[in-house]
């Protein structure tokens, strides 16, 4: 099994539930001033792009891109297509992964200078990112009218009729996510 895949074909599923449910939410209520770290359901999901740009131009080796500003403030459609756009890249860069890739490093440019990080360990903690914030939105949705979404599931098989609609959206094929990686 290609784990780092499982994960970003999770990780986009849930972000398309959660942006899903957000839809809903007008303009005001979607940028209204909530209580979170990034104190609005606009300010959180636009933190969570940020940082998966950041990541991305990281993880694809571009140290000049990765000085580029990420962080904007996105009227919710323009984030719902650019968190869209950013999920399938990173499902391609991890369907391209293969065992060896994993423990090379590559550069992050931080304000005190360049670091190296392991491929695994980058893509872990970017999922980690994207669960801690996505729990974040989940939590404010609960101050509105609108219905937070299942996010905690994964991909079992008895929760399968919950999510084929969404598959099909998505054109999610989960025989492809317990495939073994291929060889070397």
């Known amino acids: 099994m290609n784990y780092f895949l499982a994960q970003a074909l999770n990780n986009q599923w849930a972000n398309h539930r959660l942006l899903t449910a957000c839809a809903q939410l007008s303009e005001a209520e979607y940028a209204a001033p909530r209580t979170g ?15 998966d740009r950041y990541y991305l131009t990281a993880l694809e080796g571009d140290r000049d891109g990765q000085i580029k500003d990420f962080s904007e403030t996105l009227a919710f459609a323009q984030l719902k297509e650019s968190q869209t756009r950013a999920d399938r890249q990173l499902l391609a860069l991890c369907e391209s992964l293969r065992e060896r890739d994993l423990a090379r490093c590559v550069e992050l440019v931080r304000v ?23 729990g974040q939105v989940h939590g404010m949705l609960s101050g509105t009218g609108i219905k937070p979404p299942q ?15 969404e598959e099909r959206q998505l054109r999610l094929n989960e025989g492809h996510v317990w495939r073994d990686y291929l060889p070397d």
């Open 37 to 51: 770290f990034f104190p609005s359901i606009q300010g959180t999901l636009c933190h969570i792009l940020e940082v």
């Open 112 to 134: 005190d200078g360049v670091v190296r990080e392991r491929i695994d360990r980058l893509l872990l903690h970017l999922f980690e990112h994207q669960i801690h914030h996505r």
């Open 151 to 165: 996010l905690d599931e994964f991909f079992l098989d008895c929760d399968r009729p919950f999510r084929q609609q």
